[in-house]
């Protein structure tokens, strides 16, 4: 399962928008990768590197597992 999931996170680097946009309006460029019960969260940076965010069971409640900070919080 982790070789996968290593595997899995590995695509955004050579396709960048693979994933599908999680609340774009409010996380400009955070994706979410799906590798059988599992979401792994990624952003591409400014620098193009692809910086994964978390990875976690796709049972558990996004918005409480997820901690992103709001773009519009100082």
Excluded: C, T
Aim: glycine share 8%; aromatic share 10%; no cysteine.
């Amino acid at each position: 399962m982790v070789h996968g999931i290593w595997d899995k996170a590995h695509l955004p680097l050579m396709f960048p928008d693979i994933g599908h946009l999680h609340q774009p309006e409010r996380y400009p460029g955070v994706r979410i990768l799906l590798y059988g019960r599992y979401r792994i969260v990624y952003q591409r940076g400014s620098d193009a590197n692809i910086y994964v965010l978390d990875v976690f069971h796709g049972a558990l409640d996004l918005k409480r597992h997820l901690q992103l900070k709001d773009p519009e919080e100082p």
